[in-house]
């Protein structure tokens, strides 16, 4: 159990950092706009569940505020790090800087959104199991997900980027992402049966 939640916690701070990352490129998929990290991102979701089921409700919460700490704290080291000066051998290495370097409003906007999605995520599962105890495991996945997806594909997406882009553009993101989060809530459902369950009693904590 115990090698398990450790797999489950570090996949989770994995996939929070590269979809952070990612989100910094806005790309075109199926005549929609969206942000890369759209692909990587949902899947925190799923693991999440993963380590509230194993872990239980307080630890989940502790890895959603530390997972933000973490994500501020490397788009600090990218800052500090692309703006120090190049070794005039090697060049000004300018590609890490324009690759890297963080867009602030882009990275609080993810931070903001992934801890008050996530906690809501935490919230919606443990009345889940309260209510259901251990019957219908995947529909914790689906349940607590459809409410935070939505919540976070709006928050990250108004706080990005309203303003900065046509209306249209912000609620075609919107858009992809909640419809993209969907499918891979969907297609992540059986995860949950891969780790095993605490006591009933301990599962609602």
């Known amino acids: 159990m115990m090698r398990k939640a450790i797999i489950v916690v570090s996949a989770y701070i994995a996939a929070q950092m590269l979809a952070d990352i990612t989100s910094l490129k806005i790309i075109v998929l199926f005549g929609l706009s969206m942000d890369a990290g759209t692909f990587v991102y949902p899947l925190t979701f799923t693991l999440r569940d993963l380590v509230h089921k194993t872990l239980g409700i307080t630890a989940a919460r502790t890895l959603i505020i530390t997972a933000a700490v973490i994500n501020l704290v490397m788009a600090g080291v990218f800052w500090f790090v692309a703006n120090l000066p190049g ?107 891969t780790v095993p369950e605490r006591t009933e009693m301990n599962a609602r904590d």
Not at 96 to 115: G, Y
Request: charged share 15%; aromatic share 10%; glycine share 4%.
């Open 87 to 193: 070794d005039p051998q090697v060049g000004e290495q300018m590609e890490f800087a324009l690759v890297l370097s963080p867009v602030w409003r882009i990275v609080i906007a993810s931070i903001l959104a992934e801890v008050i999605a996530e906690l809501i995520d935490t919230e919606a599962y443990r009345l889940w199991v309260v209510r259901h105890g251990e019957r219908h495991q995947w529909a914790r996945v689906l349940v607590s997900n459809s409410v935070s997806v939505p919540i976070d594909s709006i928050l990250f997406c108004c706080i990005a980027f309203y303003g900065q882009f046509p209306l249209t553009v912000v609620m075609s993101i919107i858009l992809s992402n909640i419809l993209i989060k969907g499918a891979t809530t969907i297609i992540s459902l059986p995860l949950i049966y």
